[in-house]
């Protein structure tokens, strides 16, 4: 996921990606309590663009603890989810045992990387808030191999935007440069408009496995205490990866400004972007 510490790349460089990915098994039941789900009309669009409806056989990649499989199950999708992290697998297992009875899910503890695909295709491979944690030379190629004819793959993205409670995030971010050393001065959240998918189009056009990629995009804002957004944080590979005292310092300067300057309470504005692409 794009990290709200505000740095000028959304996906972390390729030699920390695997242990960065790896922090969320830490704690899957924060994960599971703090990360939002996403809006009731992505899932209408993963039926009518990406084939993912009632009865169709769908190939979800890093499920987390099932924010979007709960609900595919429930609309009747039969989903086999990957998960790389054994905690966040059993979280999403316990999850779905309440909406089986309305599709049929497994959810598989490994990395899509070097699981076998089975010999019956998918008619959509999802991955949401996650394609980025893969492998780049493996997951278009992968997913194309996974999909039949005329399948699609549907990726989804969240972006931090700006909007919410503007004067808190610009005012954040002198925590992060005090604290996180890494962090680029005076660098602000971009406004939706200027945040597109054109790098993941190109990624997939490159493979000759897809066509034209499509795109919907949500925009939302969510209400946050003061503990609900330093638990947020908490699940955030940016956040666990610093050194103890540079992060309780971060989370500490935050948790002061939400409530010295603002009451106790932020919003903040999120950006949803489904791209999905049929495979040739």
Same mark, same amino acid.
């Given at each position: 996921?794009?990290?709200?510490?505000?740095?000028?790349?959304?996906?972390?460089?390729?030699?920390?990606?695997?242990?960065?990915?790896?922090?969320?098994?830490?704690?899957?039941?924060?994960?599971?309590?703090?990360?939002?789900?996403?809006?009731?009309?992505?899932?209408?669009?993963?039926?009518?663009?990406?084939?993912?409806?009632?009865?169709?056989?769908?190939?979800?990649?890093?499920?987390?603890?099932?924010?979007?499989?709960? @609900?595919?199950?429930? !609309?009747?999708?039969?989903?086999?989810? =990957?998960?790389?992290?054994?905690?966040? /697998? *059993? &979280? $999403? %297992?316990?999850?779905?045992?309440?909406?089986?009875?309305?599709?049929?899910?497994?959810?598989?503890?490994?990395?899509?990387?070097?699981?076998?695909?089975?010999?019956?295709?998918?008619?959509?491979?999802?991955?949401?808030?996650?394609?980025?944690?893969?492998?780049?030379?493996?997951?278009?190629?992968?997913?194309?191999?996974?999909?039949?004819?005329?399948?699609?793959?549907?990726?989804?993205?969240?972006?931090?935007?700006?909007?919410?409670?503007?004067?808190?995030?610009?005012?954040?971010?002198?925590?992060?440069?005090?604290?996180?050393?890494?962090? @680029?001065?005076?660098? !602000?959240?971009?406004?939706?408009?200027? =945040?597109?998918?054109?790098?993941?189009? /190109? *990624? &997939? $056009? %490159?493979?000759?496995?897809?066509?034209?990629?499509?795109?919907?995009?949500?925009?939302?804002?969510?209400?946050?205490?003061?503990?609900?957004?330093?638990?947020?944080?908490?699940?955030?590979?940016?956040?666990?990866?610093?050194?103890?005292?540079?992060?309780?310092?971060?989370?500490?300067?935050?948790?002061?400004?939400?409530?010295?300057?603002?009451?106790?309470?932020?919003?903040?504005?999120?950006?949803?972007?489904?791209?999905?692409?049929?495979?040739?």
């Amino acid at each position: 996921m794009v990290l709200p510490r505000l740095t000028r790349d959304d996906r972390p460089a390729e030699a920390h990606r695997t242990a960065l990915s790896r922090t969320f098994d830490e704690d899957a039941e924060l994960y599971d309590r703090a990360r939002p789900g996403y809006p009731d009309r992505l899932y209408e669009d993963l039926a009518e663009l990406a084939g993912a409806r009632a009865g169709s056989r769908v190939l979800e990649l890093g499920c987390g603890t099932g924010q979007a499989t709960v @609900p595919l199950v429930r !609309r009747g999708c039969r989903v086999t989810a =990957v998960e790389a992290g054994p905690r966040m /697998a *059993e &979280v $999403a %297992r316990r999850n779905l045992a309440a909406a089986a009875a309305a599709g049929a899910a497994e959810v598989v503890t490994a990395g899509f990387e070097r699981w076998p695909l089975p010999a019956e295709p998918f008619d959509t491979v999802l991955a949401a808030t996650a394609f980025h944690w893969i492998d780049p030379a493996v997951r278009v190629p992968k997913a194309a191999g996974a999909l039949r004819p005329g399948g699609a793959l549907a990726v989804v993205r969240t972006q931090h935007v700006l909007g919410g409670t503007e004067e808190f995030f610009a005012a954040a971010q002198h925590c992060y440069e005090r604290f996180d050393p890494a962090t @680029p001065p005076g660098l !602000r959240l971009p406004p939706a408009d200027q =945040v597109h998918g054109a790098d993941h189009a /190109a *990624e &997939v $056009a %490159r493979s000759g496995r897809f066509g034209p990629t499509a795109f919907r995009r949500y925009e939302y804002e969510l209400e946050y205490s003061t503990a609900q957004y330093l638990d947020l944080l908490h699940t955030y590979s940016g956040h666990r990866a610093l050194p103890p005292a540079a992060r309780s310092g971060l989370l500490d300067c935050l948790a002061g400004l939400i409530d010295g300057r603002f009451g106790g309470r932020i919003a903040k504005r999120y950006l949803v972007e489904l791209a999905v692409s049929e495979r040739t």
